[in-house]
Every structure is written in C-alpha cells, then in structure tokens.
C-alpha cells in the first residue's frame, strides 16, 4: 500500500469514533514508527481520544509491567508528540492521587485491610489505581519483538482486547513483518486485530518521508540516497542528522564542495551502517583509487581462486564508479571519519573543517588550470597578454596541485611560445617539491603519463634516484610474501644478478620456503612473455639458479639428494634453454 493510502488509514483510526485494534506491519526498518510519530505529530489535536500513550515493549518482563508503562506514558493528546517527561508525571501523579485521597476520605475498607500489611499492601492499590485511570486513550504499542520472554503473547493479546472493549481505549500494533511466525500471536491476533495495514514503502517513498522537507541540501541527498537505493529509515535519519552536522560548514562553501559532500555521505552511511549486504565494505572505498590502481595484475592464466577473487573486485568497482564514486580523496576520507565515530566531536569536526578548507582551496587552484586552457582555447583574439597571465597564475599558485600529464601540458605549450626557460624552472621547482614527497614507483602507478620530453627527462632522473642496489635475497623475499614474479620491475632486477651471487644466497640461505623460492625462480624458464626483455631476464633467473643448484649438488652427499629433484624436474628446460642462448650467441652462417 502506498504510504499516502497508509497514512490516510492510520489518520482515520486515531480520528474515526469506532475504538479498534490495528496492526501496522512492514519489514524491519521501513520507516513504521517513522510514519505513525508523523501521524501523532500532524494529527493529534483531532484525534478521537482525549490522552495518548506510546509504549515499546522492549525488555518488557511481565504483563504489570505494561500496564505499568502504559499508565506512565500516557499524556494527553496535544502533547502527543512529545515523550512523557517529569510534567507529565506529575499530572498522573495529581490525578492518581486525587483518585486515592478520595478512597481514603471514603474509608475504603480495600484500604483499611491493605494498610495493615504496611508499603507493600500499599502497592497492588497503587497499580490497581493506575491501570483504573488508562480510559480514553489511543495506544501504541511498538517493539513487540523485543519484549522479554515473561511477557507472554496471550497476556498481550488479552490486555489489547480489554483496552478496547471496556475501556474506551483503541490500540496501534506496530509489528515487524516475518518475525513472528508462531505462538500465541499468530493462533489469536485475528480475534483481536479488526485489520492489518501492511506498509511497504518503494524507495522513493521512503526517502521523501525523511528529505521531503523545505531544507534546501535535501533534494541533492534525497537524489544521492534513492540513487543508492536506500530505502531503510533508521540510515536515511542517519544521513539526515550527518547532513546536520555538515549544514553549518557547508553553508558558503562552494557548489562542487557540497556536491562532493552530499555525495559520499549517504554512500559512508550505507557502508558502514548497511549491514552484511553491502556491496563494499569500509576499507576498500577509504582505499579506492579509481579502477584497478593499486592491486596486482593477475597472471595471464588466473587460477579459479584468482577469478572469483578479480569478479568479487570488479563488481565492488563497478558498483562505486555507477554511483560516480571514482576515488577517495582526503575530503572524502573526512567525512568517512566522521560517519564511522557516529558523532560529532570537537576533534573530528576541527579535522572536518581542515579538509573542507583544503578542498576549497584545492578547487580554487584547479580551477585556473581549467580557466587557463578556456582563455587559450575559446577564441581567435590577439589576447596574447591574457594567455600568458592566466598560465603564469597557474605556475605561480597552482603548480603544487597539478598531476604530471597536467604539468606536461602547459610545458609543452610554453615551449611552443618560446618561454622554455620559465616554464622548465617551474618543472625542477614541482620535482624538488612535489615529487620529493611522492610515492611514485613507475609509470603504472600514474593514470595519465606526460609526453613533453623536459618532464620525461626529469622522471628518468627521480626514477634512477629511487634506484638502490638490492641484495637477491631482499628481492626474492619481496617476491615470495606477494604475488611472486609477476611484477615486470621485480624480474627485470633479480634477472640483473649473476650466478655467483645467486650462488652465494642459496649456499647462506636457510629457511623452510626455501623449496617455493627455488619452485618461484625455476618456472622462469618456461616463461614466454611477449616482451623480450623481460622473457630474457627470466631465462638468466632460471639459468642462474639451475647453475647453481649443480655447483651445490656437488659439494656434499647430502646436497645432492637435496638438489636431485629440483635439478630431474627442470632438466629439459634447461637444456632446451642451454641450446637456445648457444645458438642465439653463436655467429650466423
């Protein structure tokens, strides 16, 4: 049913003149509760009874203990929509008390039996008089799932039906769909429940009843929210008290600022408060870099585990780059920290307002880069002065923020201008700065690789700079606790070692991976890599090793049964190899 046809039925049960009971029913999370309190929150100056109580039933031990509760929670009507504090205590309290002083001024003989057993003959009275008093009230009765094992289904059931029939009461039953599926309940609920209201509501509906407002951040996080389809109320309030929090620093920032915002805050939300069906979990998108960047490649014939393990990532990257999540940036990160702690303190809205700051400036800077090619690519005119302003304000506030490609574009067009001295001192001044701080390792770590020659050229230098001379044991042990040898840069350098260094690792090495280290190196000569380089430097790996592995087998009794199988198991590869570097070497005819 539709949640305006609901909500129209549950308006005509506070407000029709027939009491009755009712079940509201939904799946957990679809917003019952939500609904009803905007029911009593919109209607409750019209309803039929004069008091409402609210009760939830949770941890509720025994049937006294709901009619306790009903009693202390009930208020009258026009404050319905305010939970049951100290005044309205006290206006049970008069009324109550009133009622016993009448008693007391009639010389109740209930009374006169009960005072000889003194407080405690006192008590049952008390309650009696309490439950005496619950008349002409609408009731809500909520969490029945929760209630504690010694309040029993019939007792319940009983209760409602007395409200009722004798004593002018009308009952709201708010009950989550599918969970109770046998007992008392389910035997006798259509004896006591003139109808049921199933409320289903489509996502949608759902995230208009919490961002229907006239909050002007509301429809961005309502359209990022049904995007995500989220459609649980408990994360869609929880979405809407994050946006609360980010009003106050969000009110002058700029558009892009708070479109970012507005746009992962409900996907934060939804991974760490969605449960077990999240589609990512909190690490990968805190991790995210955009696509594949920074996991391993796969071998070019992936194992069943490596194929279900490269679907399970693929399906988390397409699920963020559909929501237009393409990275995480620190920003992102921010607010992450943010929705994780669950509050707002002092510490993590200070950070908060850090990065919004950041970012704002961070926008700012790549917005001259932006603005920069528009002067330069938009018209014809002789605005030489123009196109030479704008790019100097981009080397001069927004050099720190441009990536390599972005550098390598604006070099190459000062060269083109004849401003190569310029635009080559901003380049060494972004690699004494930038690149001194960055974790480049290769070029695959970059999404965009500049073409100009003066920043390929200073690349080849910061590379060669990072360039330390390794010993085969740091390398092998690098290979061996990852994915093996399947990065190009590992191969390329442990194929640079000689024999006689392999030699001396293996004679010094002892540990029990010994056997994958020696397996690791000699499947190097079945490679057939489709980049020469790399194919020949597996071919001296598995060389050098097998060499080694014969000086070693000779050297002891014990050593050659050591290496025996080693050596029997790649014998043909070898010689296959042995023949093929003999003929390559030797001089054609």
């Not at 009843?209 to 309502?222: K, N, Q, R, S, T």
């Not at 920003?331 to 919004?356: C, M, Q």
């Not at 927004?398 to 060269?415: D, K, P």
Request: hydrophobic letters at 40%; glycine letters at 6%; aromatic letters at 10%.
């Amino acid at each position: 049913m539709a949640v305006a046809k609901v909500k129209k039925a549950l308006v005509d049960f506070a407000k029709g003149e027939k009491d009755r009971a009712i079940v509201l029913k939904g799946d957990w999370g679809t917003g019952k509760t939500h609904l009803w309190k905007k029911v009593v929150l919109e209607s409750r100056g019209s309803f039929h009874k004069r008091n409402y109580s609210y009760v939830s039933l949770f941890g509720l031990n025994s049937l006294k203990d709901l009619k306790k509760s009903i009693y202390e929670n009930k208020v009258y009507r026009e404050r319905a929509h305010i939970a049951s504090d100290e005044s309205s205590f006290e206006e049970n309290l008069k009324d109550i008390s009133g009622r016993f002083a009448g008693w007391m001024r009639k010389g109740s003989s209930l009374f006169n039996d009960a005072s000889a057993f003194g407080v405690k003959g006192i008590a049952p009275i008390v309650e009696s008089l309490q439950f005496l008093r619950v008349t002409d009230t609408l009731i809500c009765l909520d969490d029945f799932e929760r209630k504690g094992s010694g309040l029993h289904d019939r007792e319940i059931l009983g209760l409602i039906s007395l409200l009722v029939e004798s004593k002018n009461c009308r009952v709201v039953m708010l009950l989550n769909d599918g969970e109770v599926s046998k007992g008392d309940f389910i035997s006798y609920h259509e004896k006591v429940f003139d109808y049921e209201l199933t409320f289903a509501p489509s996502i949608d509906e759902a995230v208009g009843l919490i961002f229907g407002g006239e909050d002007e951040l509301h429809p961005v996080i309502a359209r990022n929210s049904a995007k995500l389809k989220i459609s649980n109320i408990r994360l869609l309030k929880k979405i809407d008290y994050f946006v609360g929090l980010l009003k106050p620093i969000l009110r002058d920032a700029d558009s892009k600022v708070v479109e970012q915002a507005l746009h992962v805050l409900p996907l934060a939300v939804l991974v760490i408060y969605g449960g077990g069906s999240n589609k990512v979990d909190i690490d990968f998108m805190q991790n995210y870099e955009g696509g594949l960047t920074g996991y391993l490649p796969y071998a070019d014939e992936p194992s069943d585990a490596e194929k279900e393990e490269l679907a399970e990532l693929e399906a988390k990257i397409e699920y963020l780059e559909s929501y237009g999540f393409h990275h995480c940036d620190d920003f992102d990160k921010a607010i992450i920290d943010l929705v994780k702690k669950g509050y707002a303190d002092e510490d993590a809205l200070k950070l908060l307002v850090e990065k919004f700051y950041d970012k704002i400036r961070l926008t700012y800077e790549l917005s001259l880069y932006h603005k920069a090619w528009d002067v330069y690519r938009s018209s014809f005119h002789v605005n030489d002065k123009e196109v030479f302003k704008a790019f100097d304000e981009v080397l001069s506030v927004t050099l720190q923020r441009l990536n390599l490609f972005q550098l390598g574009q604006v070099s190459t067009l000062y060269e083109s201008l004849g401003k190569e001295s310029e635009v080559h001192a901003a380049v060494d001044e972004y690699f004494s700065t930038v690149m001194l701080k960055s974790d480049l390792k290769s070029e695959d770590d970059h999404f965009q690789w500049p073409k100009n020659e003066y920043v390929l050229k200073r690349l080849d230098s910061y590379f060669n700079s990072l360039k330390t001379v390794r010993e085969v044991q740091d390398i092998v042990i690098e290979a061996i606790g990852g994915a093996g040898l399947r990065s190009q840069d590992l191969i390329l350098e442990l194929g640079g070692k000689t024999e006689s260094e392999f030699l001396d690792f293996l004679n010094s090495y002892n540990c029990s991976d010994l056997n994958d280290i020696l397996k690791m190196c000699l499947d190097c000569g079945e490679s057939r890599h489709p980049e020469l380089e790399v194919q020949q430097a597996e071919h001296r790996i598995f060389l050098n090793v097998y060499n080694s592995l014969l000086t070693i087998s000779e050297s002891s009794i014990v050593n050659k049964s050591r290496t025996a199988p080693h050596i029997s198991r790649y014998q043909k590869v070898y010689e296959t190899l042995l023949r093929t570097t003999r003929e390559a070497e030797s001089p054609t005819a």
